[in-house]
């Protein structure tokens, strides 16, 4: 059939086989093997191989042929020097050596084997044949650096991928339009935690818009986290690389610790605490029993009221301890009667009269008319009220313009409200929540001279929620405070 046709005939034809076996191919092996198939319709060659611009052979027609291709060497090297398709008779055939050149780079060269000599149109047909092949072979070589560039990138990626992955925060990126791009594992199998992947969105998008480094926290059902986002100019947009870290172990260690510094402190606090009454104690009844006889009644009288006196301190100190130590025990429990609260504050304000009037202190109380019964532990409700005022009155501006300590109970229907307020020195904002914490005291020049041991606020509150209510302060420093007590009168 190839001797019938003309040369345009043969060269469209050859055209419209290549793109139609073009079009099928996937890979790079498929298209050398389709190359030699529009070969072999276009001329009747005997065999066929094309080679790379090493002079290797990538495809050879019959498979099965063992051609010898080192014996066209030299005419191999002559036709790509000339850049020129020649054909030679060698032994009973005749070779065509048709180099792939493109922009004068040497691709490679096709050898066919011919039965006879070409005729013209044939020559053309292989001349084009042998053009299209350079750019087949070329496009073939690009698309096999792409795709090896390909692999290379996602090899990367993967690799980085997997770092991330192996890191111990959740790692996410968040794109300038506010949408998480990446997330590392960690985020997949930890982050899906009500509320966390909003607060660090919100965070992440302020570090977009801001362009600085940001850091926040995030607190669900006891769990820390804390959020840290920076800026990352991406393709001339921002991101933010956000990583989020569940601390909750650091922040329990971090609040043992401190427990344990407290703790520390309370012991030698408490040693100091008991020593003073005790040596007070000791010098007045040493003195009181080496000079029995010098003494006057009145001196006398002076002596064991500071005997009595401290060693009624002591006792509270002990009392205290014990209540703590019940309370840590969960053995602190209420003996619950219907009383009148007015009797048991009147009562207890009574009895820190004297204490008030000797740190200069004025004690004010205002009770609701007639009585307010309520089924409470009457000396445990008395320890409330004893605690809140000596604390006003221990914690009042000394020497400075008129100190009082005010406590009013009200009726509120289905609970009482108890408020102590002083003018005293009141309490940092940021140590409002810790004052009611076991240990703790303000440490500042104001509090360094008062003696306490950190656990009256603690045991006060525990009393107030085995009674069902709650205790919590308003304060400003230097100006005052205000303890709210309130206790339902139902009882649950
Ligand atoms: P303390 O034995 O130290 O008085 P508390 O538990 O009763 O222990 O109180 C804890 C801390 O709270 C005190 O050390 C003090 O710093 C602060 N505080 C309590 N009551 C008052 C008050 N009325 N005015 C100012 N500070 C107070």
Redesign the pocket.
């Known amino acids: 059939m190839a001797e019938t046709i003309g040369s345009t005939e043969k060269i469209v034809n050859l055209f419209s086989s290549f793109i139609m076996e073009l079009n099928n191919v996937h890979s790079t092996e498929e298209v050398f093997s389709a190359l030699i198939r529009i070969m072999r319709k276009t001329v009747n060659v005997n065999w066929m191989a094309i080679l790379d611009a090493e002079r290797k052979p990538i495809k050879i027609y019959p498979n099965s042929s063992e051609l010898n291709i080192g014996r066209f060497s030299e005419l191999i090297e002559w036709a790509l020097d000339n850049k020129t398709h020649s054909f030679y008779p060698v032994g009973e055939e005749i070779v065509g050596f048709l180099p792939m050149i493109k922009g004068g780079d040497v691709l490679g060269i096709i050898l066919i084997g011919l039965s006879q000599e070409p005729r013209v149109e044939e020559i053309d047909a292989l001349r084009v044949f042998s053009f299209l092949s350079s750019t087949v072979s070329e496009n073939v070589r690009l698309l096999e650096e792409v795709v090896e560039k390909n692999r290379l990138v996602e090899e990367t990626m993967k690799y980085l991928h997997s770092i991330l992955d192996t890191f111990p925060e959740m790692v996410i990126v968040v794109s300038q339009e506010g949408e998480i791009v990446y997330m590392n594992r960690r985020f997949v199998e930890e982050g899906d935690v009500e509320g966390l992947k909003d607060e660090a969105l919100k965070i992440a998008r302020q570090v977009i818009e801001t362009k600085v480094r940001r850091v926040g926290e995030y607190e669900k059902e006891g769990q820390y986290y804390s959020i840290v986002a920076e800026p990352l100019q991406y393709q001339n947009t921002y991101q933010a690389v956000t990583t989020i870290m569940n601390v909750t172990s650091t922040k329990e260690l971090e609040r043992l610790k401190q427990l344990d510094r407290m703790k520390t402190e309370f012991v030698a606090n408490i040693s100091h605490e008991l020593r003073t009454p005790l040596a007070a104690i000791k010098a007045y009844s040493e003195t009181v029993l080496d000079s029995l006889k010098e003494l006057d009644e009145n001196t006398l009288k002076d002596f064991m009221e500071t005997i009595y006196r401290e060693s009624m301190h002591l006792e509270n100190l002990l009392d205290e301890l014990l209540d703590f130590s019940r309370m840590e025990r969960k053995a602190l429990k209420l003996e619950r009667r219907d009383v009148d609260l007015v009797e048991v504050v009147k009562d207890a304000v009574d009895s820190m009269r004297e204490y008030a009037k000797s740190n200069g202190v004025k004690l004010e109380v205002v009770l609701p008319e007639g009585s307010l019964k309520a089924n409470v532990d009457p000396s445990r409700m008395r320890q409330v009220l004893l ?1 809140l005022i000596s ?2 009155i ?2 009042s501006k000394k020497d400075e313009g008129e100190s009082y300590v005010k406590v009013v109970l009200k009726d509120e229907g289905e609970k009482v409200q108890i408020i102590v307020e ?1 003018n ?4 940092p904002e940021d140590k409002l929540d810790k ?1 009611f914490e076991k240990f ?3 440490d500042s020049s104001l ?1 360094y001279e008062i003696s ?7 045991i006060v509150k525990e009393i107030v929620e085995l009674h069902g209510g709650r205790i919590w302060v308003e ?1 400003e420093e230097g100006k005052g ?1 205000k ?1 709210y007590v309130e206790i339902p009168l139902k009882v649950e």
């Not at 005293?424 to 309490?427: A, V």
């Open positions: 605690n604390n006003g221990k914690y002083d005293g020195i009141g309490i004052i703790y005291r303000v509090t306490g041991t950190g656990l009256g606020l603690a304060s405070s303890f």
